[in-house]
């Protein structure tokens, strides 16, 4: 599949590369490049390969609050909120920004899940609750870096400063009518657009951006971005064989509602201990870990990788892994298995990166 923007990255020789089913690019110049320009000025992304699922009807807080383990009742109107969707065993099925408009809700899924979503969604449909896969009506991009406010807001109709963080309004961006959210991927400051299907305000931004220094970013810099702030990637961090806890995202389960599904198992694990977690590292020898790679202690295969980079904010080697309760404490150290060869490193406290407000 392709976004509406595909013909312009091709244009503009980006590295074009499969995710999720769809044409997406991987980088224009190199990631670092566009990491660091993220990280100091501004950059602007193709998001459309994000799902959009609209929920509304008289019974649409009441189904959310069964497929979500966090409190959809607790957010107002224009607010956003993080959740998880779990199955029965307490497995994540994905994890899920939700809006709340004035008289439905935006449910934004990772797009590589958006069908498996929507049919679990229709799966568990209650009366008087209607969904529907927007995702191909709907333009989504992200302006993120230190720059971000002030480079929109020269196209925008709306005083930016007063959309908190994860809050969002109505307003227009280059004559479009726009939901404006400051929420965002990257660690950094910054703003998610969701828009009429068409490249103009792509363009009037990436013009807007000109004097910030703008550059359009393509996911190879969207990983290594989340995975600084250590913000989990389904397929990596999360999965159908993890749960919350496990993920350290207790904090989004609200264990004060009713029901939902997949609660009795969370709490079951929540009474008898999780047996493994996730942990952030850092390579204490030149090397790189990458998913998938065996974390070990003592000659014992203890994890696994979920995620590794070079640092190009840090300059040294991240990681994050699932790993034994019992190796899981900050400061042991551990070993990375590289090409048949351990690699020295050590558990340290996420995030890795905090931008400075």
């Known amino acids: 599949m392709k976004t509406p923007l595909y013909e312009w990255h091709v244009a503009n020789k980006a590295r074009m590369v499969e995710f999720g089913g769809w044409e997406m690019p991987v980088y224009y110049t190199t990631?670092?490049?566009?990491?660091?320009?993220?990280?100091?000025?501004?950059?602007?992304?193709?998001?459309?390969?994000?799902?959009?699922?609209?929920?509304?009807?008289?019974?649409?807080?009441?189904?959310?609050?069964?497929?979500?383990?966090?409190?959809?009742?607790?957010i107002t109107i224009g607010q956003v909120q993080y959740s998880l969707v779990c199955n029965d065993l307490?497995?994540?099925?994905?994890?899920?920004?939700?809006?709340?408009?004035?008289?439905?809700y935006l449910v934004v899924v990772n797009a590589s899940n958006t069908r498996k979503d929507f049919e679990w969604f229709n799966a568990h449909k209650i009366r008087d609750v209607e969904i529907s896969n927007v995702s191909k009506n709907i333009l989504m991009l992200a302006v993120q870096g230190p720059s971000a406010e002030t480079c929109l807001q020269k196209i925008a109709s709306i005083d930016l400063k007063e959309i908190k963080y994860y809050y969002f309004k109505m307003g227009e961006i280059n004559g479009t009518k726009s939901l404006i959210s400051r929420t965002g991927y990257t660690g950094e400051d910054g703003f998610e657009i969701y828009a009429e299907c068409d490249t103009k305000t792509w363009e009037a931004i990436l013009d807007a951006g000109r004097e910030y220094a703008i550059k359009p970013i393509g996911l190879g810099a969207r990983d290594t971005l989340r995975l600084e702030a250590a913000m989990p990637l389904y397929g990596h961090e999360l999965d159908i064989d993890?749960?919350?806890?496990?993920?350290?995202?207790?904090?989004?389960?609200?264990?004060?509602?009713?029901?939902?599904?997949?609660?009795?198992?969370?709490e079951r694990v929540k009474k008898e201990g999780i047996r493994k977690k996730l942990v952030a590292f850092r390579m204490l020898e030149r090397s790189i870990p990458r998913h998938g790679y065996k974390i070990v202690k003592n000659g014992k295969i203890v994890g696994k990788v979920t995620?590794?980079?070079?640092?190009?904010?840090?300059?040294?080697?991240?990681?994050?892994?699932?790993?034994?309760?019992?190796?899981?404490?900050?400061?042991?150290?551990?070993?990375?298995?590289?090409?048949?060869?351990?690699?020295?490193?050590?558990?340290?406290?996420?995030?890795?990166?905090?931008?400075?407000?």
């Open 242 to 266: 993890t749960n919350p806890l496990e993920a350290g995202l207790g904090h989004f389960v609200d264990s004060n509602k009713k029901e939902f599904i997949g609660k009795d198992a969370i």
């Open 31 to 74: 990631v670092s490049d566009e990491h660091n320009c993220v990280r100091k000025n501004v950059g602007l992304f193709d998001l459309c390969h994000m799902g959009q699922i609209s929920v509304s009807g008289d019974n649409a807080l009441e189904f959310l609050q069964q497929i979500a383990t966090n409190n959809i009742s607790k």
């Open 90 to 104: 307490g497995g994540v099925v994905d994890d899920i920004l939700v809006y709340r408009k004035s008289d439905s």
């Open 307 to 357: 995620s590794g980079t070079m640092s190009p904010t840090l300059k040294e080697s991240i990681g994050l892994g699932y790993i034994e309760k019992e190796y899981s404490d900050l400061n042991t150290k551990i070993d990375i298995v590289i090409r048949d060869k351990g690699y020295e490193a050590i558990i340290i406290k996420k995030p890795f990166y905090k931008r400075k407000e």
